[in-house]
């Protein structure tokens, strides 16, 4: 995702899951936010905790007493699961103690709302800690992407490339990797100059994308004039196939280079790796 892609997901309408067995403060919940957020709901503190995990809502309010389990163990499951730890939760409660909101701000709560609820109040409270949220995921995410070519850069590779790992292990797929390298990179830069050079690491970078139509292709840029790509469940032909369309494709720029003669077009050198990773191996070693 590039940073248009990103700044395009934070303006997306928001999720608030509900979770609170009173239907009356559902009601009142649904009806003051509805015209802004798409609100589900839980009735139970286990049905919200698979919803969470389910559904991945932007924001979770939620009730201290639940018919099942109380709000704060449905809190702690929340923030020991991978998948919702960074969701944000604010407790609503009738409770009117000092000693109740400590305890669910220190398991990880980061707001309370109290019953009866101020609308004006919960609205802006809301919006808030989503606004937080979206500004935050948007430094982490930007944190992953490359600031010349806004494709992902090697940090992130390392963390696609494990979650693929695992996954090919897991279901004994195959998982292919391609290393690009652009030819006479740096006679390129000698006789056009570094802002040509990044201007041509800008369009190289758009046509590698632009040549992986799976969903789950990957690329990133792995420094300098390389770059990788991840290739989940692809075997050695198909991956020669993508490589080579790639290769072509970057050709049929037409970016003139006059090393090591004249009159000739830029290209790249690519090699491949597949392999099924078996229970055991170790990437790393």
């Known amino acids: 995702m590039d940073y248009l892609g990103l700044r395009r997901a934070m303006q997306k309408r928001s999720n608030i899951l509900v979770v609170d067995d009173e239907p009356s403060n559902v009601q009142i ?11 589900t709901v839980a009735k139970s503190g286990f049905e919200g905790f698979n919803n969470a995990l389910n559904f991945q809502p932007d924001l979770i309010l939620l009730d201290i007493g639940l018919p099942d389990v109380d709000g704060y163990e449905v809190c702690k499951l929340l923030k020991n699961n991978d998948a919702t730890r960074e969701i944000p939760i604010i407790f609503v409660t009738a409770r009117d103690d000092d000693d109740d909101e400590l305890t669910g701000l220190t398991l990880g709560a980061v707001d309370y709302v109290r019953k009866p609820f101020c609308m004006s109040l919960v609205k802006a409270r809301i919006s808030n800690q989503l606004e937080l949220r979206q500004k935050t995921k948007l430094l982490a995410d930007l944190a992953m992407l490359d600031g010349l070519t806004a494709i992902p850069n090697r940090r992130h590779f390392e963390v696609e490339f494990e979650k693929s790992w695992r996954f090919a292990q897991r279901k004994q797929r195959p998982l292919s990797i391609a290393i690009i390298d652009i030819d006479y990179f740096k006679q390129y830069n000698d006789i056009y100059g570094h802002l040509q050079g990044d201007k041509c690491l800008q369009t190289v970078a758009k046509k590698i994308s632009d040549s992986l139509v799976r969903p789950m292709d990957f690329v990133a840029r792995y420094g300098g004039e390389e770059f990788v790509i991840i290739l989940l469940d692809s075997d050695l032909d198909s991956t020669i196939n993508v490589a080579e369309k ?3 494709g970057i050709e049929s720029l037409r970016l003139k280079h006059e090393y090591p003669t ?6 790249v050198s690519i090699g491949v790796a597949t392999m099924v990773p078996q229970q055991g191996d170790n990437h790393k070693e």
């Open 29 to 39: 919940l649904a009806e003051g936010l509805s015209d802004d957020y798409d609100i």
């Open 246 to 248: 790639i290769r072509t």
């Open 262 to 267: 004249n009159n000739s077009w830029l290209t």
